[in-house]
């Protein structure tokens, strides 16, 4: 695997690359490396449409509010690259904070209509930070295609609406939630947990499946499954919930009743410090 | 010459045009051809980095303000082709607005800093609507380099401040502004001048060479040199003026003493209901 800090050195080696007709496949990550990354990666070596894998790790301080948590948030490089050898990636990319953004930095990439609900409402400004670095990795990196996890549902719609606004030229890929043995979405923020707090945590998805459940059952009332989601985290002790949402997909708009297609059940709650989001999509017949 | 108006053909010709080692040299325009643009489409057709030649016409209502000229911006498509041609374009690209902003587009890219002064000032949105359509154009031309008149100097700055920090890897190349014999500079917007205004508009450059002068002569008051210009072409009774300022390059700040280095002097001024600019860039030894 060969690394690369500076913009410019790997800039030259993928241009290499890509001259000598290789495709170029990419897996954007903050670091921390789990399950969940571990599955993007896999699923870029697997795909029959990439030759190269790339990975980047960078904790992207624009997407942090000033009350988040940027500075402790888990950082671990000798074992992600441990992590990413093991992976058979190609290709390491792990810029500064000065690399990706220099003296006098002032553009920045925002997408509107998709963000005004669930993690947009909660955190300003957090998607425009995640639209601005993915768009600025996107041209350094020049994949053709680029990995995503469903468990940020919103994130994958911010970013497949940004490429197709901005025509940006590469195939966006999801990835299904990984999960742990007990239903829990892995994440690194997942590190945070006390043990109570850790079993506290599996109401997320608890909550979520009797609610695709309902939807299954033939519970119409967007209004009611909300309602139940929401009563269901709350009745846990140790979760202070956030929001508890089922919306349209991949729009992410309001529904009074479901129909026809996919819909979105999203949540996010604290446990401790711990801000956890999950979500299930489940197909309305 | 080929003629595109569809994304995805353009793209495929180019993707094409690129695998064979052709390098890209792109002129954004939109259109309404005049000498300016010649010399734009004459600077790519020389440029020893291109092999292939691509101008675009596309009058982007992202960067009309309400109030604005959007509805009566000139054009004249036939005319522009046999120019395009005549100018030896390898390939010309005219989207539709719905081809370029289709229905639920909801991004935008946006510079500030830059953005706050001059025309950024006189016409709030202009210059993301500039940012974004300049985005757009890149990600679907995908250029080796691309060229700007320097008569749109704050245009310039915003597009070199866009490409630096979101990593376009795109060369933006600048081109002197093109002047008729009396001096004012060549716009699509002349056309709106009535033959008295047309007379009364030199107004601007003349001001601007004599502040040139005084700063080549040693005068180091910013201030007192925005007055004079200011004052020379208010003394215009057929001008409006919008704005005249004394700013340092490239970043567009206020200066009280002018310093080593280039400056720029720039004015806004209304003649009937046209709008035009104007700028000149000083060495200051």
């Given amino acids: 695997m060969r690394t690369f800090e500076k913009i410019a050195d790997l800039r030259r080696y993928l241009a290499e690359m890509r001259a000598g007709g290789k495709r170029i496949g990419f897996v954007p990550t903050m670091g921390f490396l789990h399950k969940g990354h571990m599955a993007l990666m896999r699923a870029v070596k697997e795909d029959p449409e990439v030759d ?68 947009g409402r909660s955190r300003p400004g957090h998607f425009k930070g995640v639209a601005t670095v993915v768009t600025k990795l996107f041209n350094i990196v020049q994949p053709d295609c680029a990995y995503f996890g469903i468990k940020d549902a919103q994130q994958f719609v911010v970013i497949k609406r940004m490429v197709r606004d901005l025509n940006l030229p590469v195939k966006i890929k999801a990835h299904p939630t990984v999960r742990e043995e007990d239903g829990l979405a892995v994440s690194s923020r997942n ?25 299954r059952k033939g519970e119409r009332d967007a209004l009611r499954l909300k309602r139940m989601l929401t009563e269901k985290i709350s009745a846990e002790p140790l979760a202070r919930l956030d929001y508890a949402e089922v919306l349209s997909w991949p729009d992410l708009r309001p529904v009074d009743v479901l129909r026809r297609g996919e819909v979105l059940a999203a949540v996010a709650a604290y446990f401790g410090r711990a801000r956890l989001i999950d979500n299930v999509l489940v197909e309305v017949e």
């Fill in 52 to 119: 190269l894998s790339v990975v980047s790790i960078f904790v992207n301080p624009l997407q942090f509010g000033p009350q988040e948590d940027y500075r402790s948030y888990p950082r671990d490089l000798g074992r992600d690259e441990e992590l990413c050898i093991s992976a058979g990636m190609d290709v390491l990319f792990i810029p500064a904070v000065e690399e990706m953004y220099p003296e006098g930095f002032a553009t920045s990439v925002e997408v509107t209509g998709v963000t005004e609900v669930l993690c």
């Fill in 191 to 215: 590190v945070y947990l006390t043990k109570d707090e850790r079993r506290a945590a599996t109401v997320l998805y608890r909550s979520l499946e009797c609610t695709a459940a309902e939807i």
